[in-house]
């Protein structure tokens, strides 16, 4: 099974993200032309990953929990009183337990902070959100082998059922 594209992107926006860290202190003490040129660089790579993320639909409850860490990072000052539950619900899709509930509270949560004043949200997290709860909706889909019943002499042919 191939990995969620949601959890590369997010991984590389996180190593991006620390690298720009290291690079914006490096800038800040010595202001040379290439490292003003490296945070730069990080910078677009940072927008055109978060981009993609907007774009890109978790294919996993483990990629709609990631999404859900990033909303988490983006929540208003006014909502962080819900970042425990949001903590709570990506969790339990990180190990795969999808509930009713942590759907039906995402939704609310949804139509909550977006029907809020709050344009830096609808922004920032609100897709992320959005996307969140349809890879964690989607439904799961198994696949199952069949194999033939063996007869007793170990040939392989299918038994004939009992009379």
């Keep these: 099974m191939a990995i969620d594209p949601v959890i590369v992107l997010a991984e590389e926006l996180r190593s991006a993200e620390a690298t720009l860290r290291i690079a914006a202190k490096d800038y ?5 032309r290439e490292r003003g040129e490296t945070v730069n660089h990080l910078l677009s790579t940072i927008k055109s990953l978060n981009s993609e993320l907007l774009e890109t639909i978790p294919t996993s409850a483990l990629g709609a929990a990631e999404l859900i860490r990033l909303v988490m990072e983006r ?70 082998a069949v194999m033939p019943a063996r007869s007793n002499n170990g040939q392989g042919a299918i038994a004939s059922p009992p009379n």
Excluded at 28 to 32: A, F, K
Aim: proline share 4%; glycine share 6%; net charge positive.
């Design 28 to 32: 800040e003490r010595n202001r040379c």
């Design 75 to 144: 929540l208003p000052f006014s909502h962080a009183r819900y970042a425990d539950h949001f903590s709570e619900v990506a969790r339990r899709l990180g190990i795969g337990q999808r509930t009713h509930a942590d759907l039906v509270w995402l939704r609310a949560m949804e139509m909550s902070l977006s029907s809020s004043a709050h344009g830096e949200f609808d922004f920032k997290a609100g897709p992320l959100l959005h996307s969140a709860i349809y890879g964690a909706s989607r439904p799961v889909i198994v696949y199952r």
